[in-house]
């Protein structure tokens, strides 16, 4: 750097910026004078503002930035550029000597982000700041001096992310004086790569010793190396995309052996592509690590904190996939080489975590863990009793008054978690509420009230109504909508799933023919031997078909097309394609649309974002949703059921738990059921049977009368059963409180 090196374009040369560009060449040219003489010279000694007056011409320079112009702000800062102003300053912060070092130091500082300097510049002036951090960054790390040895390279390097956070990709050219994006891409990479050998000896720090033992310095430390490689990451990917585009070129590229004679090709986008590699073979690694240390501990182990870790490696190693011709697919493999450890991290994720991204990938892990990341789009409810939405009920008028509580009240009331009542009863708790979702999704589906169809072959799957029907039914939807969002937030089995159109159409996926199988086997059959029958014949028109479809509306006929001028289009063997996939896209897409939309309304509201709505149902499969929501439908297995049940003044070999397990096994399915009912609130186990129930079950040994009906604390998974003196009475009084309605009805506290 020579002190008269200096070249400024004719737009800066006008007389309003002229005092910034002597300022800005005396600061330089005195930092030259320092740098030259090494501070204790005549030569130097003789000017005090070449030894004293650094960090105030710096200070100077910044209060003549204009506050009010954006635009000539800019050209104010690229005036300290263009005048070579940044590696002066980092000369002295490099410098040997101590003064010169810290008036370097303390001018870099005045241009980060620093809570001691907050007020020296507005936020869009530091914003404006980013291209000299960033040149404080490159002189830094092209000195002599290694930047693990000074400590202000990483204040610099945070203060760059913390911007070009703020700046967003879209005017970020404009901030690096309209740079060309493969500038960028080089600027960007060399933080890339240095983060990347952070992450790498990270990881092997945690694959090598249990974060029990490592600092609580390691791990703040290697948090944020994490930060900062997904946010360098990010704009460095984003540079690319700009770059590829300006070529003509589209995503992902081929990193082949030819790729460098790629219109593309930059050395930097190659070395990225490796650093991906580099990662993706540490993460196996690690993943290994975590199956064989299981294994080794024999059923009895920890979870080590640092693994969850991983889990943030492997979103970016996502992110980065994207760019980069079959590293998706490859990236998707090796996860499926490590599903079970995968498993173990995800089931340890937290709520403040974001590893939704995992989802795209659903095929890799177990239903567990795709359970519990969705559940997490669920808001956190509270144990605050008085924040609870508070509903009483009339059981005569379940479904009306429950609409009324629900389908109006303000969705972030109903995130805290509802208190539920029936009125003149005095059960409250898990237990009541877990009744009244089951109650109210029994009535909501209920083809009676012509809101939902059943399957013809699983009377426990549904589908909207496609007939027209009452406006105000639309309102219902949006209620049905909210119940079965807070059925799955409350891990309550309601007995009732969706079809498949329904549920596809939620994931906002396209319907198609094979899809509405079960839902109307009779159409599905009729469309099958349209498209397969001989094309002489369908051409004869001798089955006289045309491009319309007759509809219920409003409990009336009514004829409509199924595109324009429809009545008149004749079904032949050419056009019989385009006939089936309209007749399914109105039959059960555009005639049910309307309610689809008022479901999935209702369902966001419950989900701590309403926009999830659509991830949540594109994140799992039907059978997941079935599991959740419908529950086992096998019959329940006595053994099981006694193995997770405790006795409290009662023994297990006592005569009355004898008698009582001997009429359970000789109950009907059905009656097993109302019993279960009856005594937890749970009609239909969860898929991994009694295990997967909160708490045990308990029989207690019920004082007062042998005749006295049993009666159950629901919301402790207890019964309560009186000392009966004989089999035959036994027998009787379970029979009692399994008959329909009663155990909806009796003895719940």
Same mark, same amino acid.
């Not at 492997?314 to 995968?342: C, D, H, V, W, Y």
């Given at each position: 750097?020579?002190?008269?090196?200096?070249?400024?374009?004719?737009?800066?040369?006008?007389?309003?910026?002229?005092?910034?560009?002597?300022?800005?060449?005396?600061?330089?040219?005195?930092?030259?004078?320092?740098?030259?003489?090494?501070?204790?010279?005549?030569?130097?000694?003789?000017?005090?503002?070449?030894?004293?007056?650094?960090?105030?011409?710096?200070?100077?320079?910044?209060?003549?930035?204009?506050?009010? &112009?954006?635009?000539?702000?800019?050209?104010?800062?690229?005036?300290?550029?263009?005048?070579?102003?940044?590696?002066?300053?980092?000369?002295?912060?490099?410098?040997?000597?101590?003064?010169?070092?810290?008036?370097?130091?303390?001018?870099?500082?005045?241009?980060?982000?620093?809570?001691?300097?907050?007020?020296?510049?507005?936020?869009?002036?530091?914003?404006?700041?980013?291209?000299?951090?960033?040149?404080?960054?490159?002189?830094?790390?092209?000195?002599?001096?290694?930047?693990?040895?000074?400590?202000?390279?990483?204040?610099?390097?945070?203060?760059?992310?913390? *911007?070009? &956070?703020?700046?967003?990709?879209?005017?970020? *050219?404009?901030?690096?004086?309209?740079?060309?994006?493969?500038?960028?891409?080089?600027?960007?990479?060399?933080? !890339?790569?240095?983060?990347?050998?952070?992450?790498?000896?990270?990881?092997?720090?945690?694959?090598?010793?249990?974060?029990?033992?490592?600092?609580?310095?390691?791990?703040?430390?290697?948090?944020?190396?994490?930060?900062?490689?997904?946010?360098?990451?990010?704009?460095?990917?984003?540079?690319?995309?700009?770059?590829?585009?300006?070529?003509?070129?589209?995503?992902?590229?081929?990193?082949?052996? &030819?790729?460098?004679?790629?219109?593309?090709?930059?050395?930097?986008?190659?070395?990225?592509?490796?650093?991906?590699?580099?990662?993706?073979?540490?993460?196996?690694?690690?993943?290994?690590?975590?199956?064989?240390?299981?294994?080794?501990?024999?059923? !009895?182990?920890?979870?080590?904190?640092?693994?969850?870790?991983?889990?943030?490696?492997?979103?970016?190693?996502? &992110?980065?996939?994207?760019?980069?011709?079959?590293?998706?697919?490859?990236?998707? @493999?090796?996860?499926?080489?490590?599903?079970?450890?995968?498993?173990?991290?995800?089931?340890?994720?937290?709520?403040?975590?974001?590893?939704?991204?995992? #989802?795209?990938?659903?095929?890799?892990?177990?239903?567990?863990?795709?359970?519990? #990341?969705?559940?997490?789009?669920?808001?956190?409810?509270?144990?605050?009793?008085?924040?609870?939405?508070?509903?009483?009920?009339?059981?005569?008028?379940?479904?009306?008054?429950?609409?009324?509580?629900?389908?109006? /009240?303000?969705?972030?009331?109903?995130?805290?978690?509802?208190?539920?009542?029936?009125?003149?009863?005095?059960?409250?708790?898990?237990?009541?509420?877990?009744?009244?979702?089951?109650?109210?999704?029994?009535?909501?589906?209920?083809?009676?009230?012509?809101?939902?169809?059943?399957?013809?072959?699983?009377?426990?799957?549904?589908?909207?109504?496609?007939?027209?029907?009452?406006?105000?039914?639309?309102?219902?939807?949006?209620?049905?909508?909210?119940?079965?969002?807070? /059925?799955?937030?409350?891990?309550?089995?309601?007995?009732?799933?969706?079809?498949?159109?329904?549920?596809?159409?939620?994931?906002?996926?396209?319907?198609?023919?094979?899809?509405?199988?079960?839902?109307?086997?009779?159409?599905?059959?009729?469309?099958?031997?349209?498209?397969?029958?001989?094309?002489?014949?369908?051409?004869?028109?001798?089955?006289?078909?045309?491009?319309?479809?007759?509809?219920?509306?409003?409990?009336?006929?009514?004829?409509?097309?199924?595109?324009?001028?429809?009545?008149?289009?004749?079904?032949?063997?050419?056009?019989?394609?385009?006939?089936?996939?309209?007749?399914?896209?109105?039959?059960? !897409?555009?005639?049910?649309?309307?309610?689809?939309?008022?479901?999935?309304?209702?369902?966001?509201?419950? *989900?701590?974002?309403?926009?999830?709505?659509?991830?949540?149902?594109?994140?799992?499969?039907?059978?997941?949703?079935?599991?959740? *929501?419908?529950?086992?439908?096998?019959?329940?297995?006595?053994?099981?059921?006694?193995?997770?049940?405790?006795?409290?003044?009662?023994?297990?070999?006592?005569?009355?738990?004898?008698?009582?397990?001997?009429?359970?096994?000789?109950?009907?399915?059905?009656?097993?059921?109302?019993?279960?009912?009856?005594?937890? @609130?749970?009609?239909?186990?969860?898929?991994?049977?009694?295990?997967?129930?909160?708490?045990?079950?308990?029989?207690?040994?019920?004082?007062?009368?042998?005749?006295?009906?049993?009666?159950?604390?629901?919301?402790?998974?207890?019964?309560?059963?009186?000392?009966?003196?004989?089999?035959?009475?036994?027998?009787?009084?379970?029979?009692?409180?399994?008959?329909?309605?009663?155990?909806?009805?009796?003895?719940?506290?």
């Amino acid at each position: 750097m020579e002190e008269d090196d200096f070249w400024l374009p004719s737009r800066l040369m006008r007389k309003e910026y002229l005092q910034t560009a002597q300022t800005v060449k005396d600061l330089v040219s005195s930092i030259c004078l320092l740098c030259r003489t090494g501070g204790d010279s005549d030569e130097s000694s003789s000017s005090s503002s070449s030894t004293t007056d650094i960090v105030a011409r710096v200070k100077d320079f910044l209060s003549m930035i204009p506050r009010d &112009n954006k635009k000539k702000s800019l050209d104010h800062l690229e005036i300290f550029e263009l005048c070579h102003a940044p590696s002066a300053l980092v000369s002295l912060l490099v410098s040997p000597i101590k003064t010169n070092k810290e008036m370097g130091k303390e001018s870099i500082r005045l241009f980060l982000i620093n809570p001691k300097t907050t007020g020296v510049l507005p936020r869009f002036i530091q914003i404006q700041c980013a291209s000299i951090v960033l040149r404080f960054c490159e002189f830094i790390r092209g000195s002599e001096t290694s930047v693990d040895d000074e400590p202000l390279y990483y204040s610099c390097r945070e203060t760059l992310g913390s *911007l070009l &956070n703020s700046i967003g990709f879209a005017k970020i *050219l404009r901030y690096f004086g309209d740079a060309k994006a493969s500038y960028l891409i080089e600027d960007l990479y060399p933080f !890339v790569q240095e983060l990347r050998n952070k992450l790498l000896l990270g990881l092997k720090l945690i694959k090598e010793s249990s974060l029990s033992i490592v600092s609580t310095c390691f791990r703040l430390s290697f948090e944020s190396d994490i930060r900062e490689f997904a946010l360098f990451s990010l704009h460095l990917r984003r540079a690319i995309e700009v770059h590829v585009r300006s070529k003509g070129q589209s995503l992902p590229l081929c990193m082949d052996d &030819n790729f460098d004679k790629h219109p593309c090709y930059l050395e930097q986008i190659q070395l990225f592509y490796d650093i991906f590699g580099y990662l993706e073979t540490d993460i196996l690694v690690c993943m290994f690590r975590i199956k064989d240390s299981i294994r080794k501990a024999e059923g !009895v182990w920890e979870f080590n904190l640092g693994w969850s870790y991983y889990l943030s490696v492997l979103k970016e190693l996502n &992110n980065i996939s994207k760019l980069f011709q079959g590293a998706e697919e490859r990236l998707s @493999s090796t996860m499926r080489l490590f599903e079970f450890p995968l498993d173990v991290v995800v089931m340890y994720s937290k709520r403040s975590d974001d590893h939704r991204w995992i #989802l795209k990938h659903k095929n890799v892990i177990d239903f567990e863990s795709r359970r519990h #990341l969705i559940m997490m789009m669920f808001p956190e409810m509270k144990d605050d009793d008085e924040k609870l939405h508070k509903i009483l009920i009339d059981r005569s008028h379940l479904l009306t008054e429950s609409f009324e509580h629900i389908a109006h /009240a303000n969705p972030k009331s109903l995130h805290n978690g509802l208190f539920m009542e029936f009125k003149n009863e005095v059960a409250t708790g898990h237990g009541v509420l877990r009744e009244w979702l089951f109650l109210v999704c029994q009535a909501l589906f209920n083809p009676q009230n012509s809101l939902f169809l059943a399957c013809p072959s699983d009377r426990r799957r549904f589908f909207p109504n496609p007939a027209k029907l009452d406006p105000q039914h639309l309102n219902y939807f949006g209620f049905c909508g909210r119940l079965i969002a807070l /059925a799955l937030m409350h891990k309550v089995q309601v007995g009732i799933t969706f079809d498949r159109v329904f549920f596809l159409q939620l994931a906002g996926e396209v319907i198609t023919l094979e899809d509405v199988r079960d839902a109307d086997p009779c159409l599905y059959k009729s469309c099958k031997k349209i498209l397969e029958m001989d094309a002489d014949f369908m051409d004869s028109d001798a089955m006289g078909l045309t491009f319309v479809m007759e509809i219920e509306e409003f409990g009336s006929r009514k004829v409509v097309e199924l595109c324009p001028e429809g009545n008149t289009m004749v079904v032949n063997s050419k056009n019989r394609e385009e006939y089936v996939h309209l007749l399914i896209q109105h039959c059960f !897409v555009k005639s049910i649309s309307e309610k689809v939309a008022h479901f999935t309304r209702g369902f966001g509201d419950i *989900l701590f974002k309403r926009r999830l709505h659509k991830i949540f149902f594109q994140s799992i499969e039907l059978k997941d949703l079935d599991c959740m *929501l419908l529950g086992s439908d096998k019959a329940i297995c006595i053994k099981d059921w006694k193995a997770h049940t405790d006795y409290d003044d009662y023994a297990e070999t006592d005569e009355q738990i004898l008698w009582f397990w001997k009429v359970v096994e000789g109950m009907s399915v059905e009656h097993q059921r109302e019993l279960l009912f009856f005594w937890t @609130s749970v009609k239909y186990l969860p898929v991994n049977g009694f295990s997967g129930l909160p708490s045990r079950l308990y029989i207690y040994k019920s004082p007062g009368s042998h005749y006295r009906l049993p009666s159950s604390h629901t919301c402790f998974y207890r019964l309560s059963l009186p000392h009966y003196p004989s089999l035959a009475i036994t027998q009787q009084h379970l029979f009692l409180i399994c008959q329909e309605h009663m155990g909806c009805s009796f003895g719940f506290s």
